[in-house]
């Protein structure tokens, strides 16, 4: 087998020691070429070279979740192809959210070993994806389409990522800690708290107006508190469309409620009461917003967009697990 290993140096939880003890394992299986990312977007140009070629089996993302992002972006540049490369995921990040949806393990050595046990005994799925495009008709209608795995978000969350993401450039550590404490200044920053300026809309129903927070999830859990998963959309899966969890209002008391129905959350239970819209298995709906709002896909702060449309693509990419 021909592999690709695309390796992101500042993965959080991997040191170049491990890194290393990991390629010599790989490379002990497959003929393997691993190259280090250089910069933003290193991953995704590297993965649409390997789909280019012709002469790649399998990509492996070795990094966290946006690594996982990049590499799938690139591979899927051209659309889903049966012919594709499949992915390989290591996780090194700081929460690996695709890859414990996957029910991969959530150490990069015992995923080595369940990847090659994986790869041996012939095991893989095809999963589906989200794709989300700048609305036909609208100031947005140019900006590129783009894949996520698991999960998008236009508002609320998508702007404690944009806070998250400015924390680490400065420096600071992605923890889980510094997710919750950007997420109290982001509400407490955030001047729509009660009216919100989200407008969903979708082929057959009535628009859903005035949503503050808008999420989408491809899969569930929506994301981890350490080892706790957190169900925004319980029912969410990747052999599914899309589904959406909208708030539309975050009062003092709202926050409260919701807040803590997400961390008490299950497989059976998510977020619900009577500012709660809970929509499943979507495969196409747009959320336009009044003022440019936040938007985030898998963890990335993807800059203020006022239209998005979502489509959940089936059987989008094969994936060894």
Known sequence: ?????????????????????????????????????????????LGRQAAESGNVDLVVALGGDGTVNEVVNGLLHA????????????????????????????HPVEATGALLDALREGRERTVGLGLAAGTPGTEDEAVPSRWFTFNAGLGFDAGVVGRVEQQRERGRKSTHALYIRQAVRQLLGESQRRHG???????????????????????????????????ASPKASFDTGLDVLGLSRLSTASVARYGTQLLTSSPERGPHGKHAVALHDLDRFTLHSKAPLPLQMDGDHLGLRTSVTFTGVHRALRVIV
Do not use: Q
């Open 1 to 45: 087998m021909r592999a690709l290993l695309v390796v992101n140096p500042a993965a959080t939880t991997t040191s170049a020691r491990t890194r290393d003890v990991l390629i010599h394992a790989l490379a002990s299986e497959m003929k393997l070429e691993a190259v280090t990312t250089e910069y933003r977007g290193h991953a995704r140009d």
């Open 79 to 106: 659309g889903p192809d049966p012919a594709l490369p499949g992915l390989a995921v290591v996780p090194g990040g700081s929460t690996n959210v695709f890859a414990r949806a996957l029910d991969l393990p959530n």
């Open 197 to 231: 300026t989200i407008t969903l809309e979708r082929p057959g129903a009535d628009p859903v107006t005035d949503l503050v927070l808008s999420i989408v999830c491809n899969t569930a859990p929506w994301t981890y508190l350490g080892n706790r998963p957190v169900y």
